[in-house]
């Protein structure tokens, strides 16, 4: 089991649904991160947290909306999706975002997504 | 161009032999190179971090090494097992970000198959 849990595991939804993803952890963390995972290729960055304050969207569309209610929660609020937005979402954590003690990030395994 | 190349695509080894991954990078200047093992429909999992005034590092089977002078890395794998069937990702923490974020570039991963 990861110490950084997602919920739901699968998602199957409609492009006119909204839906949230959700991620928690209890180690700590201060940084929190949403990656999109398509199919056999290495996750992409679109969110990163850092003391419950947004640091980092990578240009994602507003059809994705980040929240982080408090230090253990990332939530990932979803409306009027595409097809294309099919994929695994990864949530990670960690102790800071500087890299002065190079800490890993701990990821959670994912919600797999499925618009119709 | 991917900044985080990595060598070969797939790789089919027998149980219980050894085997090498290779990773090449662009990203400059950097903080750390890590390696993730990803099993399928999981999230990524860290087996090693390196600064770049490392040469190597051990988490059991699992040896990295880092050639920052070529920006070069491998990672070796003793005696593999079954359950080393999995993606493994090399990334590269872009020092560029450092201080005030922890953007990590990922490369395009081994899909490595141990076989009976």
């Known amino acids: 089991d990861t110490e950084v849990t997602q919920t739901p595991k699968h998602l199957v939804m409609g492009m006119t649904n909204k839906k949230s993803l959700k991620c928690e952890q209890h180690?700590?963390?201060?940084?929190m991160y949403w990656y999109k995972q398509k199919a056999k290729k290495p996750p992409e960055l679109m969110f990163v947290?850092?003391?419950?304050?947004?640091?980092i969207n990578e240009s994602v569309p507003s059809r994705f909306s980040p929240e982080c209610p408090n230090s253990s929660l990332l939530n990932l609020h979803l409306h009027a999706l595409q097809p294309e937005d099919s994929a695994l979402y990864l949530c990670a954590s960690s102790q800071g975002i500087t890299d002065s003690s190079n800490q890993p990030q701990h990821f959670g395994d994912g919600t797999r997504l499925s618009i119709l | 161009k991917n900044q985080v190349e990595q060598s070969p695509q797939s790789l089919i080894i027998l149980e219980g032999k050894n085997c090498t991954l290779q990773?090449?990078?662009?990203?400059?200047?950097?903080?750390?190179l890590r390696w993730y093992k990803q099993d399928t429909g999981r999230g990524p999992v860290s087996l090693t971090i390196m600064t770049f005034s490392e040469n190597t590092k051990s988490n059991g089977r699992y040896t990295a090494t880092l050639d920052a002078d070529t920006k070069q890395s491998s990672l070796h794998i003793t005696a593999s097992q079954l359950s080393d069937s999995a993606s493994y990702i090399c990334v590269v923490s872009d020092a560029r970000y450092g201080g005030a974020t922890n953007k990590l570039i990922f490369g395009t991963g081994t899909l490595l198959a141990v076989q009976p």
């Open positions: 947290y850092s003391y419950e304050k947004l640091s």
């Open positions: 180690m700590g963390h201060r940084a």
């Open positions: 990773c090449n990078y662009t990203v400059s200047p950097f903080s750390n």
